[in-house]
């Protein structure tokens, strides 16, 4: 069964340093998306991204947060400038349409030192 | 806004026993419910979907019913299996975007 896949699955990054979370949605999947759950928090939307754009994002996608598909089947999420409340598990996602059921990768556990 | 809240976890039950994870909602108008699951060490996966009033969704033994009057999609399975131990997250879409629960852990023990 198709996987999407995100690399690494955990990340330590000293705060400030900047940092990017790597994902491969499925190869026939057209939408993509970042969430993100702080530790016993729930689930957050970061962005969506369609056609080479950013589609919708949420107001925890600030100035220091980037997205990127860089090759056709790398999608990344960047974080400029680490602080220590963006420690997380990122979740990277993808589908097929808008209102197709979406598929999640294992996710990156990042910590902020 | 948009809220979905579901019971704290964890849950722990022995094998063969009945589950409930209760789970509410607040939306502006007729969305869209959702449970997915986490297995550990793996991305949340889709389980079952209603989208609309007294629909039920079903899958791998698990149920759960939209009720519009109680705005409610409690997550039920009538003998759990230790297999079935993972985090679950209720979730609604009424835009594209689903909104996320905080998830339930689930612990069977044999």
């Known amino acids: 069964e198709p996987e999407v896949t995100q690399t690494p699955s955990h990340q330590v990054t000293q705060m400030g340093q900047e940092v990017i979370l790597r994902c491969v949605p499925i190869?026939?999947?057209?939408?993509f998306y970042w969430y993100r759950q702080i530790l016993g928090q729930k689930v957050e939307f970061l962005v969506s991204?369609?056609?080479?754009?950013?589609?919708?994002k949420s107001e925890i996608f600030d100035d220091q947060f980037s997205v990127e598909r860089p090759d056709g089947s790398n999608f990344t999420l960047k974080i400029r400038s680490t602080k220590l409340e963006d420690s997380a598990m990122y979740f990277c996602?993808?589908?097929?349409?808008?209102?197709?059921?979406?598929?999640f990768g294992s996710g990156t556990r990042l910590t902020v030192v | 806004g948009n809220s979905v809240t579901q019971m704290e976890g964890p849950v722990t039950l022995s094998e063969e026993a009945f589950l409930t994870i209760n789970c509410t909602y607040t939306?502006?108008?007729?969305?869209?419910l959702f449970w997915y699951v986490q297995y550990p060490g793996e991305g949340l996966q889709l389980l079952l979907k209603?989208?609309?009033?007294?629909d039920k969704g079903s899958n791998k033994g698990f149920e759960a019913t939209y009720r519009k009057e109680t705005t409610s999609f409690h997550l039920e399975k009538g003998s759990v299996q230790v297999s079935d131990s993972a985090v679950y997250f209720c979730?609604?879409?009424?835009?594209?975007?689903?909104?996320f629960g905080r998830g339930t852990s689930l612990i069977v023990h044999p």
């Open positions: 996602a993808s589908s097929v349409g808008r209102d197709d059921g979406y598929t």
């Open positions: 190869s026939n999947h057209l939408y």
């Open positions: 991204f369609y056609n080479n754009e950013i589609s919708e």
């Open positions: 939306a502006t108008g007729y969305p869209s």
């Open positions: 209603a989208t609309k009033a007294d």
């Open positions: 979730a609604l879409r009424l835009s594209y975007i689903p909104t």
